[in-house]
């Protein structure tokens, strides 16, 4: 069983930046893809960003170019860098490990508040 621990999350203005940790208690290198999501009061938790084993990464329509996830298998870390943040990108932020269909393993965090407000 891996635990997952997010930290980094916080109020920040409209344009201001964030980077979100996710420190895992397992070998994330082992983990085939790891992701971070968000919730929205209201809505449906989507899938933000994910980076898998071997590197390749995909991200929602809403945040390409914005933010960057990567990897730090030595330090058993995620990281999300969050640019030119929006009110909109206000959510609880959920890091996540998965098998490809996640029937295997599916591992998910306590989640980090970020709100976006001037």
């Known amino acids: 069983q891996v635990q997952l621990v997010e930290s980094g999350g916080g109020v920040v203005q409209p344009g201001g930046s964030l980077r979100l940790s996710c420190a895992a208690s397992g070998i994330i290198s082992s983990i085939y893809a790891m992701g971070w999501y968000r919730q929205a009061p209201g809505k449906e938790r989507e899938l933000v960003a994910r980076i898998t084993r071997g590197g390749r990464t995909n991200y929602a329509d809403s945040v390409k170019g914005r933010f960057i996830i990567s990897r730090d298998n030595a330090k058993n870390t995620v990281y999300l860098q969050m640019n030119s943040l929006k009110p909109e990108d206000t959510a609880v932020y959920y890091c996540?490990?998965?098998?490809?269909?996640?029937?295997?393993?599916?591992?998910w965090g306590q989640g980090t508040q970020v709100t976006v407000s001037s």
């Open positions: 996540n490990g998965r098998s490809p269909s996640g029937l295997e393993y599916d591992y």
